[in-house]
């Protein structure tokens, strides 16, 4: 139970599982020669999209075990934090299920991702402003790489 409510274990399991994916994404769309830009957009979105996803659901995890079993402080809103779980998780891994389109280079898996990218950094700067950046680095990364 411990496990599973440590903080410290939660961020480390989501960039190494987003690391794993990465290097799968980049074998296989590399061996498909891909340019590099495409795979680099792909690539981060991608790594973000799955370190935010299981933040989210790692969130949702947590708040739902401390409801349980009482542990929850009485002064934290219910109402304000479970929802921000699932603001959280929605958003990132449908980012996740857009990258096929970006690396194929679909037009609206690039304005999607946009938009994801804004909603989760919007969500995040007054929470966790530090883990607001990679959001705006991937939105003018695929502003800039946009297929045309």
Partial sequence: ????????????TAAAIALIAVAG?????RAKGIGKATTLVCGLNLFYGIVIGI????HL??????????TLPASTSRWFIF??????????WWLVASVK???NRKRP??????ALNTWLGALLLPLAGPLAVPAAVNAILLWWKRPS
């Fill in 1 to 12: 139970m411990d496990l599973l409510l440590s903080e410290e274990l939660w961020f480390p």
């Fill in 25 to 29: 994404l980049i074998l296989r769309y």
């Fill in 55 to 58: 933040l989210g659901i790692g």
């Fill in 61 to 70: 995890l947590a708040i739902s075990i401390k409801m349980a079993v009482g």
């Fill in 83 to 92: 929802p921000l779980g699932f603001a959280l998780a929605v958003p990132a």
């Fill in 101 to 103: 389109g970006l690396c």
């Fill in 109 to 114: 898996a690039w304005y999607r991702a946009i």
